[in-house]
């Protein structure tokens, strides 16, 4: 009587959750079933208590859950508006240098502050080249999706997301960049494609009407200086890297990209917060700065060790565990609101790269996907039926269903947790 006792006691505490077998056994199973590897992990978001643990300490390929570190990198070092531009004056110039901001005449932000500065400069305007240690693509990306929108280059000077967009309308034909009009080669193929190491691209010859194509071109500083000419009307002297303003022009807020970055998984942001971190707290522009000064001042006591090799998870050599998914999760919980958090990350069954999971369910995850060919990982917050919030990090490796399968049944798991916790 005193053991049943003393159970019932542990029961209501919360040191042993009736849950848990009851999960573990859906867990095994699904980890059995798709012939990969899985890890869980739960944490109660109030207390940061772990509820359940399946190979949590084990490491993944966690894909675009690594845009939670860029996040959580971002929010710590930059504020809460974007500076697309550092300044100073002379008597008779206006010097600028980039920060990397790629919100500049990107089509899913509506800013024109930077534009309307130079435009409106009574001085000569010189553009200060960036102290640039940063390839155009990440470590371990893929060597064949230089082709694909999702894998545009990284730069110090992004403009247009450094993507060309192509499209059919009654008006005509509408190209951004329109640098590119004369680049554009009709031919039999399917899709918007870029000839590679040059900005010559091909275009489908029976393109729709409303259809529209976006594509990588290869950028630098003197293509992006050309693109602001054209759109400011102003002449832009390029000169050599030189001293750090401490003016800026400011653009977005912080959040927008965020969002943006979160709820359509752009790598592209992801990679370039990480060159604005480390062009904010040195004079140079790279990722692996950044990550290493965040790994230094922010990440020095996650429960196990990681890989991190880029921004937006596009990498291969990325390797992380349930575990620290979860702690830095707890960490943006404790840092920001539940309404900044339910904003930021999408709502299964409605946004962005979660709109095709839980359609049917009201809504109760806001979480990141990380989907590379064989590995699936959803990691993010879990309101449940008895309102209480969790953090989830669910990662699998080397499974061999398709993503819809591994969707459908990891959907069936935070089902379960809903219900049962």
Same mark, same amino acid.
């Given at each position: 009587?005193?053991?049943?006792?003393?159970?019932?006691?542990?029961?209501?505490?919360?040191?042993?959750?009736?849950?848990?077998?009851?999960?573990?056994?859906?867990?095994?199973a699904f980890e059995k079933d798709h012939h990969g590897f899985t890890g869980m992990i739960l944490l109660d978001a109030a207390s940061g208590k772990e509820?359940?643990?399946?190979?949590?300490?084990?490491?993944?390929?966690?894909?675009?859950?690594?845009?939670?570190?860029?996040?959580?990198?971002?929010?710590?070092?930059?504020?809460?508006?974007?500076?697309?531009?550092?300044?100073?004056?002379?008597?008779?110039?206006?010097?600028?240098?980039?920060?990397?901001?790629?919100?500049?005449?990107?089509?899913?932000?509506?800013?024109?502050?930077?534009?309307?500065?130079?435009?409106?400069?009574?001085?000569?305007?010189?553009?200060?080249?960036?102290?640039?240690?940063?390839?155009?693509?990440?470590?371990?990306?893929?060597?064949?999706?230089?082709?694909?929108?999702?894998?545009?280059?990284?730069?110090?000077?992004?403009?247009?997301?450094?993507?060309?967009?192509?499209?059919?309308?009654? +008006?005509?034909?509408?190209?951004?960049?329109?640098?590119?009009?004369?680049?554009?080669?009709?031919?039999?193929?399917?899709?918007?494609? +870029? #000839?590679?190491?040059?900005?010559?691209?091909?275009?489908?010859?029976?393109?729709?009407?409303?259809?529209?194509?976006?594509?990588?071109?290869?950028?630098?500083?003197?293509?992006?200086?050309?693109?602001?000419?054209?759109?400011?009307?102003?002449?832009?002297? *390029?000169?050599?890297?030189?001293?750090?303003?401490? +003016?800026?022009?400011?653009?977005?807020?912080?959040?927008? #990209?965020?969002?943006?970055? *979160?709820?359509?998984?752009?790598?592209?942001?992801?990679?370039? #917060?990480?060159?604005?971190?480390?062009?904010?707290?040195?004079?140079? *522009?790279?990722?692996?700065?950044?990550?290493?000064?965040?790994?230094?001042?922010?990440?020095?006591?996650?429960?196990?060790?990681?890989?991190?090799?880029?921004?937006?998870?596009?990498?291969?050599?990325?390797?992380?565990?349930?575990?620290?998914?979860?702690?830095?999760?707890?960490?943006?919980?404790?840092?920001?609101?539940?309404?900044?958090?339910?904003?930021?990350?999408?709502?299964?069954? +409605?946004?962005?790269?979660?709109?095709?999971?839980?359609?049917?369910?009201?809504?109760?995850?806001?979480?990141?996907?990380?989907? #590379?060919?064989?590995?699936?990982?959803?990691?993010?917050?879990?309101?449940?039926?008895?309102?209480?919030?969790?953090?989830?990090?669910?990662?699998?490796?080397?499974?061999?269903?398709?993503?819809?399968?591994?969707?459908?049944?990891?959907?069936?798991?935070?089902?379960?947790?809903?219900?049962?916790?």
């Open positions: 009587m005193r053991l049943k006792i003393f159970i019932a006691v542990l029961f209501a505490l919360g040191f042993i959750s009736s849950c848990a077998p009851g999960l573990s056994r859906r867990t095994e509820l359940f643990q399946y190979n949590a300490h084990k490491t993944f390929t966690p894909a675009s859950n690594t845009k939670i570190l860029s996040l959580y990198a971002a929010i710590h070092f930059l504020d809460d508006s974007i500076h697309t531009f550092r300044y100073r004056n002379t008597e008779d110039s206006l010097i600028v240098s980039a920060t990397g901001d790629p919100g500049l005449l990107n089509p899913e932000f509506s800013s024109s502050a930077a534009l309307e500065f130079l435009r409106n400069s009574r001085d000569s305007i010189y553009y200060q080249t960036a102290n640039w240690k940063q390839a155009a693509y990440g470590a371990g990306w893929s060597w064949d999706d230089f082709t694909y929108a999702f894998s545009p280059q990284i730069s110090a000077i992004p403009v247009y997301g450094n993507n060309l967009s192509f499209s059919q309308s009654n +008006k005509g034909v509408i190209i951004y960049p329109g640098i590119f009009q004369d680049s554009i080669i009709y031919s039999d193929v399917d899709r918007l494609k +870029k #000839l590679e190491g040059r900005n010559q691209f091909m275009v489908p010859q029976n393109i729709q009407k409303q259809d529209t194509f976006r594509v990588p071109f290869e950028t630098s500083e003197e293509l992006s200086i050309q693109i602001l000419e054209q759109q400011t009307g102003r002449s832009i002297t *390029m000169i050599p890297p030189g001293q750090k303003a401490s +003016k800026t022009i400011k653009s977005i807020a912080s959040d927008s #990209l965020y969002k943006q970055m *979160m709820h359509q998984s752009d790598n592209l942001i992801a990679e370039q #917060l990480l060159v604005m971190i480390s062009e904010k707290l040195t004079d140079t *522009m790279s990722t692996r700065i950044a990550i290493d000064q965040t790994r230094k001042m922010l990440l020095n006591d996650l429960p196990d060790e990681f890989q991190w090799a880029d921004g937006s998870g596009l990498s291969r050599y990325n390797m992380n565990s349930p575990a620290n998914l979860a702690n830095i999760l707890q960490r943006i919980w404790n840092k920001k609101t539940e309404t900044w958090i339910t904003a930021i990350f999408p709502t299964a069954g +409605k946004d962005g790269t979660l709109a095709d999971i839980l359609t049917d369910e009201n809504a109760f995850v806001f979480a990141k996907s990380g989907t #590379l060919k064989n590995n699936y990982s959803l990691s993010g917050y879990l309101k449940t039926n008895s309102d209480r919030l969790l953090i989830f990090s669910i990662m699998n490796s080397n499974h061999l269903g398709s993503a819809e399968q591994i969707k459908a049944e990891i959907s069936k798991l935070l089902i379960h947790i809903r219900n049962r916790y």
